[in-house]
């Protein structure tokens, strides 16, 4: 299911922009960015800090529904790059008393990386992909750089727990 050339990756840091949010994705090297909306980066900082929720959000319902199916998330691939879209693949294993069945699904990638850090997971980008997407560390020594000059109480900058 896992190619030997896909590339594991963590979540090192989220950076708001004007539009969403940019979420640093490395494998210790290089760093990619992939850029996604508030709710769903309010989601992905929840879930790195492990924070309650006083209502269950979106992946916490999409959670709640794979456990009554008795499905599990296995691993998402971040599978394509086109005109500076990432496209994913979220991997799930579904077991009951009919046997054992994966599930690949088509999803955003921003979605995917959600439910992954919620479930404990693998995220991996796909060899072509890594290839392709631009280097982006800079960017995020960058933001860095900037919130500590801001020295704001409230930093800018989340990284992984």
Do not use: Y
């Amino acid at each position: 299911m896992t190619s030997e050339t896909d590339i594991p990756v963590t979540v090192k840091g989220l950076v708001p922009t004007p539009t969403g949010c940019g979420v640093f994705l490395s494998n210790g090297g290089k760093v990619i960015a992939i850029f996604v909306d508030h709710s769903v980066a309010a989601a992905i900082t929840m879930f790195l800090h492990k924070i309650k929720k006083p209502r269950p959000l979106t992946h916490d319902l999409m959670a709640s529904i794979f456990t009554g199916l008795g499905v599990s998330v296995q691993k998402v691939l971040i599978n394509d790059l086109q005109d500076d879209t990432f496209f994913a693949r979220l991997f799930l294993i579904q077991e009951n008393e009919l046997g054992k069945n994966l599930v690949e699904i088509d999803a955003r990638p921003s979605d995917s990386i959600a439910l992954a850090l919620q479930q404990s997971c693998p995220v991996f980008v796909s060899k072509h992909v890594w290839d392709r997407a631009e280097d982006m560390t800079w960017a995020l020594e960058q933001a860095a750089q900037d919130d500590e000059v801001e020295g704001d109480d409230e930093p800018n900058l989340e990284e992984e727990a």
